[in-house]
């Protein structure tokens, strides 16, 4: 669809490897810290003088000789330590481990390796310790990823303390070519950099200071000010800082953080987008605690240009880049294999299926019960994808612990089966009544454990061969034409709606569950039928980031050892999908990719209106006096946008009536059924960066209607990787049969199109594909955008005024252009998204 361009490495393990653990990569800038869900204590650094008793006893152990080459091992982590004044390794904090770090030669086991190549947007981490633990077993831990991610982990457990050192410093070498011994010496080629880390910073867990970044664009209406970062956010980019202190080659980072990658400039202290396709600049500063910002000394500008703005407040001195559609640094919810926060504080429904199966116990008589200890609820949903060689394996397992409303005894609920199949009588179980939880935890937590190789109650580790729990959103609303509809027992009584009638309705479609239902199932997200419900914005920005590591596959960059068969089936176990008995596909080209990354990133707009829609109604329930704004209402202020409803007798609408006609297909009979001018809060003023651009043209946008809600809120939008034959732009065209194509209502009462206006000035033109035209990310130098030059075109065009600009649009059929080309219909790609306006939304019939 149009929309398409808006928008874990196995290691081979050692035969002495006892066990093993991984875990899935996560964006970590907007990662909520484990030690904070978990306080445990991490144990730090210790004086050698009290280690000895220990080493000792870790002496009379050892059934080997001390290891050769002169290496002296001592912990540095030993729990109820006197620290000395010099800073040694901690534990990975999100490792799990207790125990403490040793060392070799003086230098802690605690490693920092990096591999950066800012040119190929490309920053990985490799961290590697050698852990002696509380139970006296050795581990050497590895968690790798890209920079800003989580990654992954794995932990291989020896009895020998030898085997774990010669483990140890094979990896080392594995990764960086040197020895361990030379360790500080340059490496070569494509390996991995030891870098020298500020241990007593690592142990403070980075939170000397706080980081900030400058807004003075409006964005999300935001006044002009210094902005923090995520606590986790600002904790990953001190790291970097006190990294680059130490190693000042690598002042220059490519940070990932959800769907988007920053350049982040430590020494110039400028942050870039680099997948925005305005390749968004932000200052940033550093904010050290105890020190009063609002004074903070001017960063400098030696990477500014004498053009940009300076702002006249003493505080903001400096301190600002202009750029008329930047973003700030997106802050994203963590991406977990544990249900988050919020979703802990809300009660997840009982399954409505129970309904089915035991006419005598409705699902309305019972609630889940919460782990008190744990502060989780007794609801999993486990999925497992396995379409490895000749495996056609696509399918869930619910379990859930319920109680009684009117007993108050206990039940363990489960349903199993294959992804997108409705539960039968034999895939289901429902074992109770337990007069106590203790009882009916037991049943839950064996089936669990049975299920996942979990331990309940416990950090969730993938398994091999094991399902995997995901995160569903238990705020959206799952209904079948069969199941139980609830009903609020509390009236509310609306006021009336201030809309005119067309606009209420238009609003009232865009912001329609069913529609968003019917919407998912293109997707193979089949709402009514997917027995596990809707996967979380967790869960899309985790599939994206394994999409991430098929695209490195594809390209060959390295970024990922998996194949396509193990990446496909852990894409499709994070999201679940619905393709019935067969064999989900593999995603092992770009045009399959690309499908799959526009899937995710239509699911995030949707999800902004979801959230949207979520918060409408908690204010309705939130008022005493039962009298709420009509929903439609409350929507439509949400957009941020001005509809005006034009009447088909206006000049105006006339124009637009007959550009639509004189440019669907010959055999079409598609019809325009109501337009709506459009004034979206802001755009006007990123418009006028354009207002000298001549060639202005009036051009059609089609997409899903799913989407039309977010458009009218945020704009057209360049989305990260996004992609098409024509490279990563805003894609507009001057037939409305070609945008047609991309135009879907989802069995709505009509579709959405969009007519924008776009000063295009000098055209690039191109008329055949490959990677000339399908590798743009921005116009050609000396040009504004880029014209595909289709074999029909139309063939004269008008002018109408808008803000007293001259805008062509057609006013008869297309003609044979005569030019030899790849494109059929003429296409106009631009790159900047403030460079389109939307003018225009209509609601069409596509036939």
């Known amino acids: 669809m149009e929309r398409r361009k808006e928008r874990l490495l196995l290691l081979f393990i050692p035969v002495s490897l006892l066990k ?3 875990r899935r990569s ?30 000792d006893k870790r002496k009379s152990k050892a059934s080997k000789p001390k290891p050769t080459k002169g290496t002296k091992k001592r912990r540095t982590g030993l729990r109820n330590a006197v620290n000395t004044s010099k800073s040694l390794g901690t534990v990975d904090p999100e490792s799990n481990i207790n125990g403490s770090i040793l060392d070799i030669d003086g230098e802690p086991c605690d490693v920092m390796l990096v591999l950066v190549d800012p040119s190929k947007h490309m920053d990985k981490f490799f961290i590697l310790q050698l852990i002696e633990t509380v139970n006296d077993s050795f581990i050497v831990y590895t968690r790798w990823g890209r920079t800003g991610t989580s990654g992954q982990a794995m932990e291989q457990e020896f009895q020998d303390e030898e085997d774990a050192e010669e483990c140890f410093c094979k990896k080392f070498k594995e990764k960086t070519g040197l020895e361990w011994e030379n360790r500080n010496e340059p490496t070569v080629g494509k390996k991995y950099r030891f870098i020298q880390q500020n241990f007593g910073e690592k142990k403070l867990g980075y939170t000397s200071a706080k980081w900030q970044y400058w807004v003075d664009d409006q964005v999300d209406g935001k006044a002009d000010d210094w902005y923090d970062y995520s606590k986790e956010g600002s904790q990953q980019v001190e790291r970097l800082y006190q990294e680059s202190l130490i190693n000042p080659r690598i002042s220059n980072r490519i940070v990932d953080s959800g769907v988007w990658t920053y350049d982040v400039n430590l020494s110039e202290m400028i942050q870039t987008n680099v997948k925005h396709s305005n390749n968004t600049s932000r200052r940033i500063r550093r904010c050290p605690e105890g020190e009063d910002m609002d004074n903070l000394p001017p960063v400098p500008m030696a990477a500014v240009s004498a053009t940009i703005a300076v702002p006249s407040s003493p505080m903001k001195t400096a301190s600002s880049v202009v750029t008329p559609t930047s ?20 009660a997840p429904p009982v399954d409505q299926d129970i309904d089915l199966f035991f006419p005598s116990s409705k699902s309305s008589t019972f609630k889940t019960v919460k782990d008190e200890e744990n502060t989780d609820w007794y609801d999993v949903v486990l999925n497992q994808c396995n379409i490895t060689g000749s495996n056609n394996n696509n399918k869930y397992y619910r379990l859930q612990l319920l109680q009684s409303k009117i007993s108050s005894k206990y039940f363990v609920w489960m349903k199993w089966g294959r992804v997108g199949e409705r539960p039968k009588a034999n895939t289901k179980d429902l074992k109770g009544p337990f007069t106590s939880e203790s009882d009916a935890l037991k049943v839950f937590a064996k089936k669990y454990r049975d299920k996942t190789g979990n331990q309940w109650g416990k950090e969730f580790v993938p398994k091999k061969n094991k399902y995997t729990r995901i995160e569903i959103d238990n705020d959206v609303e799952v209904k079948e034409e069969f199941k139980t509809v609830n009903v609020k027992t509390e009236q509310i009584e609306y006021l009336p709606s201030a809309l005119d009638p067309k606009t209420k309705e238009l609003i009232e479609v865009l912001f329609s569950k069913e529609m968003r239902d019917e919407a998912l199932s293109a997707f193979n997200l089949d709402l009514k039928r997917l027995p596990l419900g809707v996967p ?10 394994i999409l991430n590591e098929i695209e490195d596959l594809i390209s060959g960059s390295g970024g990922s050892n998996g194949s396509f068969d193990e990446l496909s089936s852990r894409f499709y176990t994070s999201i679940p999908h619905s393709f019935g008995r067969q064999r989900p596909p593999v995603i092992n080209n770009m045009v399959s990719l690309q499908q799959r990354y526009d899937m995710c990133n239509i699911l995030l707009d949707m999800y902004s209106t979801n959230e949207t829609m979520r918060k409408i109604e908690e204010e309705e329930t939130k008022v005493e006096v039962k009298k709420v704004p009509y929903p439609a209402d409350s929507h439509y202020k949400s957009l941020n946008a001005d509809l005006i409803a034009m009447t088909k007798s206006s ?23 109501d337009a709506w001018k459009v004034n979206r809060h802001g755009e006007d003023a990123r418009f006028q960066k354009f207002d000298k651009v001549s060639n202005r043209k009036l051009l059609w946008h089609g997409t899903n209607i799913a989407v039309v809600a ?9 989305m990260p990787h996004s992609g098409g034959r024509v490279g990563s732009g805003i894609y507009l065209a001057s037939m409305q049969e070609k945008s047609a194509q991309y135009t879907s209502g989802y069995g709505s009462k009509f579709a959405c199109m969009f007519l924008c206006e776009a000063p295009l000035g000098k055209s690039h033109q191109v008329t055949s594909d490959g990677s000339h035209a399908s590798s743009l990310k921005k116009a050609p130098n000396g040009f504004d955008s880029v014209h595909a030059v289709g074999q029909r075109s139309p063939k004269s065009w008008d002018s109408m005024d808008l803000d007293n600009h001259n805008v062509d649009l057609p006013n008869e059929r297309a003609a044979d252009t005569k030019v030899k080309s790849s494109f059929y219909h003429d296409e106009f790609l631009v790159y900047d998204e403030s460079q389109v306006r939307i003018r225009y939304v209509l609601t069409v019939k596509l036939y």
């Open 20 to 22: 093993i653990k991984c």
């Open 26 to 55: 996560l964006p970590i800038f907007a990662y909520q810290s484990r030690t904070e869900i978990r306080k445990r204590p991490i144990t730090i650094a210790t004086n050698s003088s009290l280690c000895q008793p220990q080493l």
């Open 327 to 346: 973003s700030p640094v997106k802050v994203y919810s963590s991406v977990s294999s544990t249900v988050s926060a919020e979703s802990k504080a809300k």
């Open 536 to 545: 979380s914005k967790q869960q899309i920005q985790l599939g994206i980031s």
């Open 651 to 673: 000049k105006e609408f006339k124009k637009i009536q007959q550009y639509f006609d004189k440019t669907k297909g010959s055999n079409s009979s598609a019809k325009l059924i």
């Open 710 to 718: 977010p458009i009218l809120t945020s704009g057209l939008r360049i």
